[in-house]
């Protein structure tokens, strides 16, 4: 995980200096429920051919459009539409059993994790996209509007300031626990459940230690929280 870790520092940094949320709203054209068949299908091809343009070419050919109908210079359009349509997807209709917000927290975590899943294994060439100095920052902003809605939906009543602060540091739990997944080779991703449920607990803490300088090398393998079954190489 050093590798993947490493690389992702910048998007992680870019969480503590962002706060743009994405709240837009718009009825999609004609051309925009093509492009939108197109790269869902897409997302069927990202196990056999990665994150790239050749996985939306195959897919427009599929479709009978033409292979160049969603331009695609490298994997960011796939990527964009992956991170839109799984945060779109990212609740839950029981989260009134839970009985805190932290508990709702935790079970919306998993809910987003799970949507990664299928695509773990490539999710690390992902993150070096999302990576580049041109990305990064709106990269960053998808995570953060990621972090937003959870705690909308888990009926957090902070204060402002506190909400600037616990937004950041969820996001930031939230995509080390999605660096820790690439690598993770216990069953069913045991042990990336266990250090979601382990960084949750913290988070807290984490939040209230927000004025002073985060360190940002949480994803080098020997600062993570022990677990059994974790492959760091």
């Known amino acids: 995980m050093r590798r993947c870790g490493h690389q992702a520092l910048g998007i992680r940094r870019a969480l503590y ?3 743009q949320t994405i709240t837009k709203t718009f009825q999609p054209t004609d051309e925009q429920k093509v492009r939108g068949l197109i790269l869902n299908h897409a997302l069927t091809k990202v196990n056999q051919l990665g994150w790239t343009p050749a996985a939306i070419e195959q897919a427009a050919t599929d479709l009978n459009y033409p292979p160049t109908t969603v331009l695609a ?24 059993e839970f009985d805190t917000p932290i508990d709702r927290i935790r079970c919306l ?32 902003s998808w995570f953060f509007t990621l972090a937003t809605r959870m705690w909308e939906m888990s009926g957090d009543q902070s204060l ?3 909400w600037d602060r616990k937004r950041a540091v969820l996001a930031d739990v939230y995509v080390a626990t999605e660096l820790y997944m690439c690598e993770d080779t216990s069953a069913d991703f045991g042990d990336t459940w266990k250090y979601l449920d382990e960084a949750i607990e913290h988070m807290e803490d984490n939040a209230r230690g927000m004025n002073r300088t985060p360190d940002l090398r949480l994803c080098d393998v020997g600062n993570e929280p022990a677990s059994g079954g974790h492959s760091s190489e």
């Not at 987003?112 to 993150?127: E, K, N, S």
């Open 17 to 19: 200096t962002t706060n």
């Open 73 to 96: 210079y490298n994997g960011m359009p796939l990527i964009k539409h992956f991170m839109f349509d799984a945060l779109n997807k990212t609740s839950i209709d029981q989260l009134h």
């Open 109 to 140: 975590c998993r809910v987003r994790l799970r949507q990664t899943q299928p695509y773990i294994r490539h999710w690390h060439d992902a993150f070096l996209q999302m990576m580049e100095p041109k990305y990064e920052l709106a990269a960053a």
């Open 160 to 162: 402002q300031i506190d």
